[in-house]
């Protein structure tokens, strides 16, 4: 078993075999719900990020 990655002894060859198991992920949030559990109450917010509205969904 490798303790280090200093122990590890690889090539350029070997280390670009991997590439192609990756990509890039590109992601825009349009919305985001916010939701807080309490005794005395619940929570809800919804943010619209593409229309900048704000709105408390609970209570």
């Not at 990655?5 to 590439?19: K, W």
């Not at 949030?29 to 943010?47: D, T």
Request: charged share 30%; proline share 2%.
């Amino acid at each position: 078993m490798i303790s280090k990655l200093e122990d590890f002894d690889y090539t350029m060859e070997q280390s670009e075999e991997g590439y192609k198991n990756f990509t890039v992920i590109k992601c825009k949030i349009k919305s985001i719900e916010w939701l807080y559990l309490a005794a005395k109450g619940h929570r809800r917010a919804k943010f619209d990020l593409e229309t900048n509205k704000n709105a408390w969904l609970v209570p």
